[in-house]
């Protein structure tokens, strides 16, 4: 199930990427966020039903987290309930993605790697949506949607065969590319001319911000 969750959550930070660099109708993405924020909420409770196993609390803890985030920014988006709440509630899981990063760097260092990843898109989502940054918000657009496949699709697809790799010279390489994919979201975001953002195309983080409807 956790993998299956990865996949969803690849195929909703790409399209919440692609939202907020204004390529799709933020209302689009908020309804997959939605969706996959239900479905990964009942597989989170179905995680943590079963008890017992090492491990299990904190990885139904990680599907929870995603899939309160997705629900969540499909409601704001949906309803017009307001970017700050999402926000702080993201800063709040940024901290907690640092704490499951330390909690799972002896026995599973690549995923470690890949939670100091999520921390910093959550981390971007608090800047843009709590603290004002919109500045950042064609970073965070590329970020999300080179992120999505290299942190939550291509891992998903290694567990599901059966070849998710634990050793710390996988997590280094991993830790590495994810390092130049926040450095190429970085060159891309600055592509278009400070200032040629339309208040119309003004992106948010997970298609969530309602400072203008969608028309």
Known sequence: MPYVCL?????????????????LPRRDAAVLSLMVGTVQLVLGAAVLSLGGAAG??????GILLFGLTYAYAGLNTLLGLGAKGLGWFCGMVALVAVLL???????????????????VLW?????????????????????L??????????PAFLGMAGLWPRSAPV????AGLLGLMFLAAGILSRRRPAGTWRAADKPGALA???????R
């Open 7 to 23: 996949l969803l959550s690849g195929a909703a930070l790409l399209v919440n990427g692609l939202a907020t660099l204004g390529h």
């Open 145 to 154: 949607v080179l992120a999505s496949q290299v942190t939550a699709t291509v």
């Open 208 to 214: 969530t911000l309602p400072r203008e409807p969608w």
């Open 101 to 119: 990063a330390f909690f799972w760097l002896p026995a599973d260092p690549l995923l470690a790697v890949l939670w100091l990843a999520w921390a």
């Open 56 to 61: 299990t609390a904190p990885t139904a803890a």
């Open 123 to 143: 981390g971007l989502m608090l800047a843009s949506l709590a603290l004002g940054r919109s500045g950042l918000d064609p970073f965070m657009g590329w970020a």
């Open 171 to 174: 997590a280094a390489g991993a």
